[in-house]
């Protein structure tokens, strides 16, 4: 069974930075695309962004295109997220998600396996 452990979330003030990191284990990681999601209480769960297998191809929500960086290490079985400039539109609990292909896309329906999520919180 596989299972995905994020951590690295926290409080920050608007403008800072925060490094998540998402830990695979119990299968097989580096044939997988990896995504990041993340969901506000009250809102449906938005695509953030993914990595392909190989770390060749990521694709970026509008809105964190040039704040945020996903990044993965298959050696260590583990997915980045580099979030820089943060917002307080960003506060959401973070989710990794293995994708059922090694391809990044960006409907949830798309991944089988999701972490239990980090909180974030951004204040101004």
């Known amino acids: 069974q596989v299972q995905l452990v994020e951590s690295g979330g926290g409080l920050v003030q608007a403008g800072g930075s925060l490094r998540l990191s998402c830990a695979a284990s119990g299968g097989t990681f580096s044939t997988y695309a990896m995504g990041w999601f993340r969901q506000v209480p009250g809102k449906e769960r938005e695509f953030v962004g993914a990595i392909s297998w190989s770390g060749g191809t990521i694709r970026y929500a509008d809105s964190v295109k040039g704040r945020f960086t996903i990044s993965r290490d298959n050696a260590k079985n583990t997915v980045y997220l580099q979030m820089n400039s943060l917002k307080p539109e960003d506060t959401a609990v973070y989710y990794c998600?293995?994708?059922?292909?090694?391809?990044?896309?960006?409907?949830?329906?798309?991944?089988?396996?999701w972490g239990q999520g980090t909180q974030v919180t951004v204040s101004s």
């Open positions: 998600a293995r994708a059922i292909s090694g391809v990044p896309v960006r409907a949830d329906n798309e991944y089988d396996y």
